[in-house]
Structures are given as structure tokens and as C-alpha cells.
């Protein structure tokens, strides 16, 4: 029997996903007995990096999730609508789903796995974070044996890319962002990728699964990378840091349980260097996980781009097709994920945590002082200092880094500040692991 699959998009993941299944020489001996049987494209006439017979591709996407024919439908067209739509019609005609796409499962994941459930299909979603990176199988299956207590990672491609060029080449940031698109890393809108929202769609996946249990994506507290400057990134080298945009997750253990809960944030984040995610480079991604008993595990490799997602995109459907072939009747709890309950995040107030702030101070005697007391007012200890004396009109820049302080102590300390009249600006606030 060969297995059929629809796929929804031809564009950089839909093009390596075909590449894989046109030369299946070498990798899992399943692959010849699955077949791309339809394609569905927004444009019939667009140029493609991958021949494809005419005769199967079409612009009439409703038409693939309708055909009695196709067993598995892959999206891979990317935003809301129609993915979201196709995606549960494809469910309601008793298809398994593959998708990559996290926006779609952070918002709606909640009904789309209800409704796979009640039709006994899989929906896997391996490629919807981290790319390449096989971390949503470590998390459903390989580390089920864990207590997960953090999760932290770089999970996005396009701004790691940004800020490792920033941080090696003294890149500017709008020709790496025009180059991370043209390598077919960033979203459609890479607003997306630079303020942080598809860290945060991202996260909202990995939490569940590592924590087991739903998870709000607009719990999520998330900050983008627009504000780093190539001075931000000097002075954390200076201080012994480098800046990725991080993802952080963590369980809040308390001895009532009603006050046990998760902390997940999306921010840019100073990493000292010799932290294991201070050396992901590129357009690589990382995932730290710290379980008991295993201790702590770190996946890293691509984090997008055709290829890598691809890889992922196809291994979903090997795991459908193994199981079909295996269990044709039974639906494999460890293949899907549905969780009852919802979590309690902690708002980012809660949250403690060391800061890095770059401050703009008119060049007068006593703003060290000013500072110091502003930050003693609100018990905020500083860790490390440096002031520079070489910026023009009268100003100097003052880099503070400060101990593990409460962000609300932090933030009502630089409200203080921003009403001292020895105060010029306030550039770049960021949080430090
Ligand atoms: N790129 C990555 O590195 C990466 C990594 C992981 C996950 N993802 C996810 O994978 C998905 C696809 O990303 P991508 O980079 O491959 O996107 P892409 O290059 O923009 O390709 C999108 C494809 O979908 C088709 N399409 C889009 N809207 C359509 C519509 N309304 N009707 C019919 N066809 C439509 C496009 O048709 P035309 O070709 O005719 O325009 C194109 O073939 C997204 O959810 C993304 O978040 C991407
Ligand atoms: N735009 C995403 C694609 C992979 O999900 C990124 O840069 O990480």
C-alpha cells in the first residue's frame, strides 16, 4: 500500500519536504511508500526550486483536505488563514496532520487537538519548533520519564542569525534581517521572528509539552530584539556576556499547591559566556532542559531554513506511517498531545532576575551618586558598573548590571531614575540568566 499525502504550500519548507521524498535514497526505507499525491499552491505559475508534475499541483487547496484519497495532509502554508481552517476540515475528513506551523498550534492547538482526538487522527508538530531540532519527540516521549523544572532556549532562527552577525561583524541590523529572509529563514512578516512573537508561539508548545499542562499564549511575557544596538553588544562583551533572545521557562515549586505555578517569558537576554547557550551561533537553534532525574540535556542544530525544517516535517510523517502500518485502528497516546487543564504563569512582575541597563546621564558630578541611591531606594544591589565619558553634547553612558533583584524592585528603581534631572535617557533595559 502506498501512503498518500497532500501537501498544503510549495514555498521553502514545502520545496525541501518534496526534495527528500524525489531522492529517498539512503534515509528511512518507508519513504518509497509514501507518495505527494496533490500539492496546493497559492500561485500556478510561480517559478519552483523543485520539478514537480503540473498535473498535481493545484490552487484549489479545499480540494486536497476533501480528497477521500490523501491520508496524511501537510501544512505548510504558513499564518492563520486559511491553515487554521484547512487544517481542522482536513481532521474532520479523519486525516492525520503534519504542520510546521507554530502560530496556528499556539493559538488554536487547543481545539484542533480536541478535534483530532474525538476523530482518533494524529496532528504531530515536530517542525513547529526549533526547526530541524527532534526536541518536541524528546519531550513527548524520550524524556517521559522526567520531572521537567526548565526549559530554556534560543528557538529562533532569524533573530539568533541577526544578533551572532551583530555580535562577530558588527552586522547592521536591517541588511541581516534582508539576508535572514532571503535565506528562507524568517516568517512572512519577520515581524514575527524580530519582536519576538514566534519565540513566544514557540515557547507556548514547548511549555505544554515539558510541563503538561494548556498554556495561554498572552500569558506569555515577550520583548523583541528591536532595541539591541551594536553598543548594547559591546558592553556585554565588556562585561563578559553575549545577547541572544531567549525563551525561559521554568516550574515555580511552592508548599501550597495552590501557589505553585510557571514562569514564561520571551526577551533578549544577556547569557554569561560560558553558559551552554552563549555559543550558539547563527541560525542555529539550542533547547536546555533540566529534568529530574536526568539533570540537565541540551539539544542544539538548525533552527529553519528548508532543509532543516524539512527534516522534521518528514520524520512526522515516517511516525505517522510507521504507526498506520503498525496499529491501523489504534491511535498512539505518546503520537499526539492534549492536555486538560490550563497552567498558572506568574505575570513578569513576579519574576526575579539580574538587569543590564544602558543610561544616557548628562556629564555632571554626582550621577553615580543619584543612580546609586535611586537604585538603594528600591533595594536594588548592583553588580557591575561602567561609565564612559566619550559621548558627545555633554553626555556620558553609564552601563549598570545589577544582583538578583524582583522586576517590579527593578522596574519602580528606573521610573526613580527617569525623573533625575542628571538623567538623559534610558536606551536598553534587558534581563540577564
Ligand atoms: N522557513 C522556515 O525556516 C520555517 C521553519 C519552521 C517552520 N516554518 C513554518 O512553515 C510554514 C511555511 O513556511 P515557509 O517558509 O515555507 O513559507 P513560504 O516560503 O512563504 O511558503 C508558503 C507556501 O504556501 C503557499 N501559500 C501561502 N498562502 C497560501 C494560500 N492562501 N493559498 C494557497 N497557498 C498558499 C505559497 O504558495 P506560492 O508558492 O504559490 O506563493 C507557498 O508555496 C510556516 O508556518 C512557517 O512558520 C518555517
Ligand atoms: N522564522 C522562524 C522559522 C523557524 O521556525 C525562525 O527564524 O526561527
Known amino acids: ?20 521524498f ?98 482518533g487522527v494524529y496532528v504531530m508538530l515536530e517542525a513547529a519548533a526549533c526547526g530541524g531540532i527532534p526536541v518536541i519527540q524528546v519531550l513527548k516521549q524520550s524524556l517521559g520519564g522526567n520531572r521537567i523544572s526548565e526549559l530554556t532556549g534560543i528557538v529562533n532562527g532569524t533573530t539568533n542569525y541577526i544578533l551572532s552577525r551583530m555580535y562577530f561583524e558588527g552586522a547592521d541590523f536591517g541588511a541581516t534581517l534582508a539576508e535572514a529572509q532571503k535565506l528562507g529563514y524568517a516568517e512572512a512578516d519577520p515581524t514575527a521572528d524580530v519582536d519576538g512573537f514566534d519565540a513566544a508561539d514557540k515557547m507556548t508548545i514547548l511549555a505544554s509539552l515539558a510541563f503538561g499542562d494548556r498554556i ?37 515549586e511552592a508548599k501550597d499547591a495552590q501557589d505553585r505555578h510557571l514562569e514564561i517569558r520571551v526577551h533578549p537576554t544577556l547569557i554569561p559566556i560560558q553558559h551552554p547557550l552563549a555559543n550558539i551561533h547563527g541560525v542555529t537553534n539550542a533547547v536546555r532542559i533540566e529534568g529530574d532525574p536526568i539533570g540537565e540535556v541540551v539539544l542544539s542544530g538548525p533552527g529553519a531554513g528548508s532543509g532543516a525544517t524539512a527534516s522534521a516535517v518528514v520524520a512526522d510523517i515516517i511516525n505517522v506511517v510507521a504507526v498506520l502500518k503498525s496499529l491501523p485502528n489504534q491511535i498512539n497516546q505518546l503520537m499526539g498531545c492534549s492536555h486538560e487543564h490550563y497552567a498558572k504563569i506568574a505575570p513578569i512582575e513576579n519574576t526575579v532576575t539580574q538587569f543590564y541597563a544602558r543610561l544616557l546621564t548628562h556629564d555632571k558630578p554626582g550621577v553615580i551618586g543619584d543612580l546609586g541611591t535611586a537604585f538603594g531606594k ?56
Not at 528591536?226 to 559591546?234: E, G, L, P, W, Y
Not at 548592583?382 to 517590579?408: C, F, P, R, Y
Open 378 to 433: 528600591h533595594s536594588v544591589s548592583l553588580n557591575a558598573i561602567l561609565q564612559k565619558n566619550t559621548i558627545h553634547d555633554g553626555l556620558a553612558e553609564i552601563v549598570v548590571v545589577t544582583q538578583k533583584v524582583s522586576e517590579l524592585n527593578f522596574q519602580q528603581a528606573i521610573a526613580t531614575i527617569r525623573d533625575l534631572p542628571t538623567l538623559h535617557s534610558i536606551p536598553t533595559v534587558l534581563r540577564v540568566i
Open 216 to 252: 495561554k499564549l498572552e500569558d506569555i511575557y515577550r520583548e523583541g530584539i528591536r532595541s539591541i544596538t551594536s553598543a548594547d553588544i559591546n558592553y556585554a562583551k565588556e562585561l563578559g556576556f553575549t545577547i541572544k533572545l531567549l525563551g525561559i521557562a521554568r516550574r515555580v
Open 1 to 20: 500500500m502506498t501512503y498518500k499525502v497532500g501537501l498544503l504550500g510549495l514555498g521553502t519548507v514545502g520545496t525541501g519536504v518534496a526534495k527528500i
Open 22 to 119: 524525489q531522492a529517498p535514497a539512503g534515509r528511512h526505507p518507508l519513504l518509497p511508500e509514501i507518495e505527494i499525491a496533490l500539492v496546493g499552491v497559492r500561485s500556478l505559475n510561480k517559478q519552483r526550486d523543485v520539478a514537480i508534475n503540473a498535473e498535481i499541483v493545484t490552487d484549489d487547496l479545499e480540494s486536497i483536505v476533501n480528497d477521500p484519497a490523501i491520508d496524511i495532509v501537510v501544512e505548510v502554508i504558513g499564518g492563520i488563514e486559511p491553515a487554521k481552517s484547512l487544517i481542522l476540515k482536513a481532521i474532520a475528513n479523519g486525516k492525520h496532520v503534519v504542520t510546521a506551523n507554530k502560530a496556528v498550534i499556539a493559538r488554536y492547538g487547543n481545539e484542533i487537538f480536541t478535534a483530532a482526538k474525538q476523530k
